[in-house]
Every structure is written in structure tokens, then in C-alpha cells.
């Protein structure tokens, strides 16, 4: 059996690891919806960043929800990479920012604005 099965396995023998699975399944629907607009036929690149910044903010405040401490984790980890890879698009990638600027509805007031409420 492998680490992550095991843990799978540790994490559902308890009441606890089903209450997980739910939130689990809370917080991943929003990342399955986004992957599903990226990849369409009408998706365009000026989507990414936003994306990014709503999928960060869909994830639950850790300290104002109730969760249990291995969703803790997983949020947190989440939230870095997210981090990570939305700062690595801006800064080495700078046609993300620019489809950004021109598009119309967004221009600059999307940098402007405080982009936790994206």
C-alpha cells in the first residue's frame, strides 16, 4: 500500500476523516469549475490571473472555520502554491499581466483594487 493510500485509509477509519472528505470535496468543486473555464474552446489567457485569485479566495479561513487539522494543512499548502505560481506568472511571464491590461472590462483597475476580493 502505498503513503498515500495508507494515509487515505487512516484518514476515513474515523468519523473525523468523513467530515475531511466533505470539506474536501467543498473546497475542490470551485477548482474543478475553474480548470473547466480555462481549458474551454472560449477561454482566453487574460482568465489566468483572475482565476488564480478566486480560487485563493474560495479557499475557507482557517482560523474562522471549522476544520479538521488535516484540511488545515491542506489548505495552507494550497494557498503557497497558489501563491507561488500566480507570482511566478507575473513576474516571469509578463503576457499574463498584459492580457490583463488589455482587456477591456479589466484594464489596470485590476491591479488597482485589492485582489483578495477577485
Known amino acids: 500500500m502505498s503513503e498515500g493510500q495508507s494515509s487515505l485509509t487512516k484518514l476515513l477509519s474515523d468519523a473525523n476523516g468523513w467530515k475531511a472528505l466533505q470539506q474536501f470535496l467543498?473546497?475542490?468543486?470551485?477548482?474543478?469549475v475553474r480548470t473547466q473555464e480555462v481549458q474551454a474552446q472560449t477561454a482566453t489567457i487574460d482568465m489566468v490571473l483572475p482565476a488564480f485569485d478566486s480560487?485563493?479566495?474560495?479557499l475557507p479561513d482557517q482560523n474562522k472555520t471549522r476544520l479538521t487539522e488535516f484540511m488545515t494543512t491542506r489548505i495552507l499548502r494550497c494557498r503557497q502554491k497558489l501563491n507561488l505560481y500566480r507570482d511566478r506568472l507575473e513576474n516571469e511571464t509578463p503576457?499574463?499581466?498584459?492580457?490583463?491590461?488589455?482587456?477591456?472590462?479589466?484594464?489596470?483597475?485590476?491591479?488597482r483594487k485589492d485582489r483578495s476580493d477577485a
Not at 467543498?26 to 474543478?32: D, G, H, K, L, N
Not at 472590462?105 to 491591479?111: I, S, V
Request: with cysteine; net charge positive.
Open 26 to 32: 467543498i473546497i475542490v468543486q470551485p477548482f474543478y
Open 95 to 111: 503576457l499574463y499581466i498584459l492580457a490583463v491590461v488589455f482587456d477591456p472590462r479589466k484594464k489596470l483597475c485590476y491591479f
Open 55 to 58: 480560487l485563493y479566495n474560495t
